[in-house]
């Protein structure tokens, strides 16, 4: 593990995320509910890397999220809609090469993230409302997946989540 990804997880205390595998802390929960379980709004620091292992498996929510680059080199987003379609967003600190320093997943759209090849780190945040909340979350699998998105059979292959470990 490099020094400089070994310094960002002890300062933000980033720990695996069930499921997902993503190095992640929780800054922000807001006290007020929507309901109860489910705050106003949740924030998040996450950290891409190959030492340690750090992706995001296929996952969607019942809610947008919006994601944030902080530092570091590119990371890609995978969405597949439901539709069938598909798109891949680059989040990065080079405006002109098209990356992104925010963008929003919309609600049922299914997403998987990782460091782009090459890179060494992605420091990201991401930010709900209604904030986060384990009833929002459902894992893909690889068959859930290829049933309508059989065109991105590599990323599946890759970055589905593991049959039965769908929630948390």
């Known amino acids: 593990m490099s020094p400089t990804i070994a310094s960002l997880i002890e300062r ?3 720990k695996p ?3 997902e595998g993503t190095l992640f802390a929780q800054t922000y929960r807001s006290e007020q509910e929507i309901e109860p379980g489910t705050p106003a709004g949740t924030a998040m620091i996450g950290l891409y890397c190959e030492d340690p292992q750090s992706h995001s498996l296929f996952h969607r929510l019942t809610f947008d999220e919006v994601w ?3 530092a570091g080199d590119p990371l890609r987003l995978i969405l597949l809609r439901p539709d069938g379609t598909s798109e891949d967003v680059v989040l990065g600190p080079d405006a002109a090469a098209e990356h992104r320093v925010q963008y929003v997943v919309p609600a049922g759209v299914w997403q998987a993230g990782h460091l782009v090849p090459g890179g060494q780190y992605a420091l990201y945040g991401c930010t ?3 904030g986060w909340n384990g009833v929002c979350f459902e894992g893909g ?4 997946l290829l049933a309508t998105h059989s065109d991105r059979v590599a990323d599946i292959d ?5 049959e039965g470990a769908l929630a948390r």
Not at 141 to 144: K, L, V, Y
Not at 158 to 162: D, G, Q, S, T, V
Request: proline share 10%.
């Open 12 to 14: 933000y205390g980033l």
């Open 17 to 19: 995320l069930p499921v």
């Open 68 to 70: 944030h680059f902080y």
């Open 128 to 130: 709900m409302s209604p």
């Open 141 to 144: 699998t690889r068959s859930q």
């Open 158 to 162: 890759r970055f589905a989540c593991a």
